[in-house]
């Protein structure tokens, strides 16, 4: 008693004593330590690697840009007055872009994402490209010819190499120089071909400059040397109130690519909350260690209550010993994660298609720390408060006694309260997109109850069976429900992590399903883009030689921006999931007739010779993401004009066909005397053999070089290759929280070692065999394992139907052998990891261990 009054007095104590038992090392914390560790690191490595390429986007801005401030415009080039006033601003250069076929002598032929520029290209940057030589001499015109510079997959799907021939429209090419790097790709985009790089002069004489052809004219601006960022700003807004019907999309260097970096905010928002799922499960792992810890501490709390310790002194050491042990996590957590930006730069740098910077990020690493402690705290403090109240006599009770459940006092609520609002409200407040982290947080809490539900109820039923015959299977069952047992922590670590690897499963074979399998079937074999109108009837008739037999659809085709809704600016207007409709330029045609593969929802369609204002049908789901109905007015800007039109109706468009379908469809009258030109579709009869769409695309590149062929399954590989690229990144994330269900799924199990040894000696005393207590053990993991494994099949089929029905709006595609098997792989860790534990106990004589107890 006198080493309590001579020492220190308050909290002071509490920690000295709790560092003199953590000399004993972290026996019972390991899962602890690396559950927090774990989610830690994934926490502050994605904010790392993201804030790394958000600062190479902004270091880098006027590069990706290919200049200080960009003004694009489709089908059309800026006017006299237009260009004047940017040159009088700043040095201007200006590239084109379209997609056009390539053929090759050998007659390959193959879609280009074609792009010409001028003598003053690039603005910002450089090309580079193999041999390296001055990008002037590479393009020029020598010896009849212009210059071009190739990807290296566009020479290997021509079957040529450098110094061959480049068939471009009505022009030769020669291929001088294999593109290496180019400045400024990020800010157009991604393609559906790979790169070939021009002349200007080459393009005009190509003869694919057509009015009306699907051509975008970028014009960069490059202002002073080192000009700040507001008079970049600056020119932009003058631009804008100089020109307010120009119709062109304005970007500045400080947002060069713009949807690339919602992108990234976007995924790395999933990312995170992978990581936060991972430390949620984490907390339980924690709990389950803090509960063990403070059980197989009885002897050591009842000496110290014996001596004079108050609740709040046990409360306090122990707190101490968390807090400390949680602090060992969370640095090992943010080592990693510090460190993970730079072994991303050293080992995939030369592969991101991205500017990365690695560096530390200290706000990023405060993030995660902060977010482990407040993990820590809040599945701790439950434990830890009920051990505040818990008497000598029943601390030196036996152990196995079955004790009435205690809540924690008061003041301990309050704490576990304010720590959870904390950790809710920074979550909140630190997310991109805050609805996104409200519904995850309402998702986990709605798992996590229904979890406890599920093992509460397996407990139940259980209890509740007869008592069978086999002795194996009675003490399986009886282990199931009885006191300390694993039940609950099995079934909430099994079953989080379960669901999710079921849900990413079916998620994974939805798409790939729809992009592979379902839409070949009914999808056109071939679309047609910028058929010009003295051309149409031609390739009609071209088509039904080549493909006698086979459903051919043609419809106008012309290029617009919505600049205005509902007399509010579209700049400024809340879009919702829609704000892609919004941004840039769509495709629009008009139509006589209701197109094929739509449904009117709302309204009614324009009669057949209408002549009245101009109308707009309005795809329906976009309309309700906008706020649109029938009657809104919207102003569209087509070529340099602002046309406005009243919204007649909407429709419902089922996109999955491939067929042809846009979001807006004016009435004809609309856009008389316009000029545009065509979007065909053509579909074999019989689905299209490989030969006969190669003959058919090398047919069409010869005859008809304006007229752009895209082959839909090269597009749908191509779309299927990118999903398969996301779908290894969530995998790759998801595999953290896979991980901590793993680590505190093996913990739970560990938790319980001192009743297994109790059992197990028990059992050896009444003449048990270690086979028959193996095999008692293994019924019960396969018990609790076959029951979360249907929880966690039916949650996880569940969750992927709402993400791929009703978020992705796409045919849900059931993986039934994909999820069995990830059941099953399930089910085999739980018993594995269970009776891995339970091995060496088997072979423990009960004489030592039954004389400890």
């Given at each position: 008693?006198?080493?309590?009054?001579?020492?220190?007095?308050?909290?002071?104590?509490?920690?000295?004593?709790?560092?003199?038992?953590?000399?004993?090392?972290?026996?019972?914390?390991?899962?602890?330590?690396?559950?927090?560790?774990?989610g830690?690191?994934?926490?502050?490595?994605?904010g790392s690697?993201?804030?790394?390429?958000?600062?190479?986007?902004?270091?880098?801005?006027?590069?990706?840009?290919?200049?200080?401030?960009?003004?694009?415009?489709?089908?059309?080039?800026?006017?006299h007055?237009?260009?004047?006033?940017l040159?009088?601003?700043?040095?201007?250069?200006?590239?084109?872009?379209?997609?056009?076929?390539?053929?090759?002598?050998?007659?390959?032929?193959?879609?280009?994402?074609?792009?010409?520029v001028?003598?003053l290209?690039?603005?910002?940057?450089?090309?580079?490209?193999?041999p390296?030589l001055?990008?002037?001499?590479?393009?020029?015109?020598?010896?009849?010819?212009?210059?071009?510079?190739?990807?290296?997959?566009?020479?290997?799907?021509?079957?040529?190499?450098?110094?061959?021939?480049?068939?471009?429209g009505?022009?030769?090419?020669?291929?001088?120089?294999?593109?290496?790097?180019?400045?400024?790709?990020?800010?157009?985009?991604?393609g559906?071909?790979?790169?070939?790089?021009?002349?200007?002069e080459?393009?005009?004489?190509?003869?694919?400059?057509?009015?009306?052809?699907?051509?975008?004219?970028?014009?960069?601006v490059?202002?002073?040397?080192?000009?700040?960022?507001?008079?970049?700003?600056?020119?932009a807004?003058?631009?804008?109130?100089?020109?307010?019907?120009?119709?062109?999309?304005v970007?500045?260097?400080?947002?060069?690519?713009?949807?690339?970096?919602?992108?990234?905010?976007?995924?790395t928002?999933?990312?995170?909350?992978?990581?936060l799922?991972?430390?949620?499960?984490?907390?339980?792992?924690?709990?389950?260690?803090?509960?063990?810890?403070?059980?197989?501490?009885?002897?050591?709390?009842a000496?110290?209550?014996?001596?004079?310790?108050?609740?709040?002194?046990?409360f306090?050491?122990?707190?101490?010993?968390?807090?400390?042990?949680?602090?060992?996590?969370?640095?090992?957590?943010?080592?990693?994660?510090?460190?993970?930006?730079?072994?991303?730069?050293?080992?995939?740098?030369?592969?991101?298609?991205?500017?990365?910077?690695?560096?530390?990020?200290?706000?990023?690493?405060?993030?995660?720390?902060?977010?482990?402690?407040?993990?820590?705290?809040?599945?701790?403090?439950?434990?830890?408060?009920?051990?505040?109240?818990l008497?000598?006599?029943?601390?030196?009770?036996?152990?196995?006694?079955?004790?009435?459940?205690?809540?924690?006092?008061?003041?301990?609520?309050v704490?576990?309260?304010?720590?959870?609002?904390?950790?809710?409200?920074?979550?909140?407040?630190?997310?991109?997109?805050?609805?996104?982290?409200?519904i995850?947080?309402?998702?986990?809490?709605?798992?996590?109850?229904?979890?406890?539900?599920?093992a509460?109820?397996?407990?139940?039923?259980?209890?509740?069976l007869?008592?069978?015959?086999?002795?194996?299977l009675?003490?399986?069952?009886?282990?199931?429900?009885?006191?300390?047992?694993?039940?609950?922590?099995?079934?909430?670590?099994?079953?989080?992590?379960?669901?999710?690897?079921?849900?990413?499963?079916?998620?994974?074979s939805?798409?790939r399903?729809?992009?592979?399998?379902?839409?070949?079937?009914?999808?056109?074999?071939?679309?047609?883009?910028?058929?010009?109108?003295?051309?149409?009837?031609?390739?009609?008739?071209f088509?039904?030689?080549?493909?006698?037999?086979?459903?051919?659809?043609?419809?106008p085709m012309?290029?617009g921006?919505?600049?205005?809704?509902?007399?509010?600016?579209?700049?400024?207007?809340?879009?919702?999931?829609?704000?892609?409709?919004?941004?840039?330029?769509?495709?629009?045609?008009?139509?006589?007739?209701?197109?094929?593969?739509?449904?009117i929802?709302?309204?009614?369609?324009?009669?057949?010779?209408?002549?009245?204002?101009?109308?707009?049908?309005?795809?329906?789901?976009?309309?309700?993401?906008?706020?649109l109905?029938?009657?809104?007015?919207?102003?569209?800007?087509?070529?340099?004009?602002?046309?406005?039109?009243?919204?007649?109706?909407?429709?419902?468009?089922?996109?999955?066909?491939?067929g042809?379908?846009?979001?807006?469809?004016?009435?004809?009258?609309?856009?008389?005397?316009?000029?545009?030109?065509?979007?065909?579709?053509?579909?074999?009869?019989?689905?299209?053999?490989?030969?006969?769409?190669?003959?058919?695309?090398?047919?069409?590149?010869?005859?008809?070089?304006?007229?752009?062929?895209i082959?839909?399954?090269?597009?749908?590989?191509?779309?299927?290759?990118?999903?398969?690229?996301?779908?290894?990144?969530?995998?790759?994330?998801?595999?953290?929280?896979?991980?901590a269900?793993?680590?505190?799924?093996?913990?739970?199990?560990?938790?319980?070692?001192?009743?297994r040894?109790?059992?197990?000696?028990?059992?050896?005393?009444?003449?048990?065999?270690?086979?028959?207590?193996?095999?008692?053990?293994?019924?019960?993991?396969?018990?609790?394992?076959?029951?979360?494994?249907?929880?966690?099949?039916?949650?996880?089929?569940?969750?992927?139907?709402?993400?791929?029905?009703q978020?992705?709006?796409?045919?849900?595609?059931?993986?039934?052998?994909?999820?069995?098997?990830?059941?099953?792989?399930?089910?085999?860790?739980?018993?594995?990891?269970?009776?891995?534990?339970?091995?060496?106990?088997?072979?423990?004589?009960?004489?030592?261990?039954?004389?400890?107890?």
């Open positions: 008693m006198s080493s309590f009054v001579a020492a220190p007095p308050g909290f002071l104590l509490s920690l000295k004593l709790a560092l003199r038992e953590l000399r004993g090392g972290l026996s019972g914390f390991r899962i602890f330590v690396a559950c927090l560790a774990l830690v690191a994934a926490i502050s490595g994605v690697i993201s804030k790394g390429l958000q600062d190479g986007l902004e270091r880098e801005g006027r590069t990706i840009l290919g200049g200080d401030a960009s003004f694009a415009l489709v089908h059309r080039e800026v006017t007055e237009q260009l004047a006033f040159s009088s601003r700043g040095t201007v250069s200006s590239a084109a872009t379209l997609r056009a076929m390539t053929r090759s002598d050998s007659g390959a032929a193959t879609l280009a994402e074609l792009k010409a001028d003598q290209y690039p603005l910002a940057g450089t090309v580079e490209t193999d390296q001055p990008l002037a001499d590479l393009l020029a015109e020598k010896d009849g010819a212009f210059g071009a510079i190739a990807d290296p997959a566009l020479l290997a799907r021509l079957e040529i190499q450098n110094g061959g021939t480049i068939r471009l009505s022009i030769a090419l020669t291929v001088r120089a294999a593109l290496v790097k180019e400045p400024d790709n990020l800010s157009d985009g991604v559906l071909g790979p790169r070939l790089l021009v002349s200007r080459a393009l005009m004489a190509s003869g694919l400059l057509q009015p009306g052809s699907l051509m975008r004219w970028t014009y960069r490059a202002l002073f040397p080192d000009a700040p960022q507001s008079a970049v700003t600056a020119l807004d003058e631009a804008k109130a100089a020109f307010p019907d120009a119709g062109w999309r970007r500045t260097r400080d947002a060069a690519s713009d949807r690339l970096e919602q992108n990234i905010d976007r995924f928002q999933f990312l995170t909350l992978v990581g799922t991972a430390l949620l499960v984490g907390g339980v792992g924690v709990a389950n260690a803090v509960s063990s810890y403070v059980e197989k501490r009885r002897e050591t709390i000496a110290l209550k014996c001596i004079g310790a108050t609740g709040t002194r046990i306090q050491i122990y707190l101490a010993q968390i807090l400390a042990l949680a602090a060992l996590g969370i640095a090992i957590g943010l080592v990693v994660g510090a460190a993970l930006p730079f072994f991303v730069k050293w080992g995939f740098g030369a592969i991101i298609p991205l500017p990365f910077i690695a560096t530390l990020q200290p706000a990023q690493l405060a993030l995660a720390a902060l977010y482990g402690f407040l993990i820590a705290l809040v599945f701790a403090l439950w434990p830890l408060g009920r051990a505040h109240d008497p000598v006599s029943a601390l030196f009770r036996d152990h196995l006694a079955d004790t009435k459940l205690r809540w924690p006092r008061r003041r301990y609520l704490l576990i309260g304010l720590s959870l609002a904390a950790l809710i409200a920074l979550m909140i407040a630190t997310a991109p997109e805050k609805n996104v982290a409200a995850f947080l309402a998702a986990a809490a709605a798992i996590f109850l229904l979890l406890r539900g599920v509460l109820a397996i407990m139940a039923v259980s209890r509740r007869p008592r069978p015959s086999n002795a194996g009675r003490i399986a069952l009886s282990n199931i429900h009885r006191p300390g047992a694993l039940t609950p922590s099995v079934v909430l670590s099994l079953g989080l992590g379960l669901a999710l690897l079921v849900a990413l499963t079916l998620i994974d939805s798409i399903n729809q992009l592979t399998a379902a839409l070949p079937a009914k999808a056109p074999s071939f679309f047609f883009v910028d058929i010009p109108n003295s051309d149409a009837d031609a390739f009609d008739a088509l039904n030689e080549k493909a006698p037999g086979s459903a051919i659809d043609r419809v012309l290029r921006r919505i600049t205005e809704l509902k007399g509010q600016s579209s700049e400024n207007y809340p879009a919702g999931d829609a704000a892609w409709v919004l941004r840039g330029d769509r495709g629009l045609t008009f139509a006589s007739k209701v197109p094929d593969g739509a449904t929802v709302s309204g009614e369609w324009w009669p057949e010779n209408y002549e009245g204002e101009p109308l707009v049908s309005f795809e329906a789901e976009n309309a309700g993401h906008l706020g109905k029938v009657g809104d007015e919207i102003a569209v800007n087509v070529l340099g004009r602002e046309v406005r039109a009243k919204i007649a109706n909407l429709r419902k468009v089922e996109w999955e066909t491939l042809i379908n846009f979001v807006l469809v004016f009435s004809p009258n609309t856009f008389a005397g316009a000029p545009y030109q065509y979007l065909s579709t053509l579909t074999f009869a019989d689905g299209g053999a490989p030969n006969e769409e190669i003959s058919l695309l090398r047919d069409s590149a010869a005859r008809f070089p304006a007229i752009i062929a082959r839909v399954k090269d597009a749908l590989t191509t779309l299927s290759d990118l999903a398969g690229n996301l779908a290894l990144a969530v995998r790759a994330g998801s595999g953290v929280t896979l991980l269900s793993v680590l505190v799924l093996g913990g739970a199990l560990a938790a319980g070692h001192r009743y040894i109790y059992d197990a000696m028990i059992l050896k005393v009444l003449g048990a065999s270690r086979r028959r207590i193996l095999a008692a053990f293994a019924l019960e993991y396969a018990l609790i394992g076959f029951a979360t494994a249907l929880f966690g099949l039916a949650a996880g089929a569940a969750a992927a139907w709402v993400v791929v029905a978020v992705m709006d796409m045919a849900f595609f059931a993986d039934v052998p994909g999820a069995v098997t990830a059941a099953l792989l399930a089910l085999g860790t739980t018993v594995v990891l269970g009776l891995a534990g339970t091995w060496r106990l088997v072979n423990l004589k009960p004489a030592p261990v039954l004389r400890d107890l």
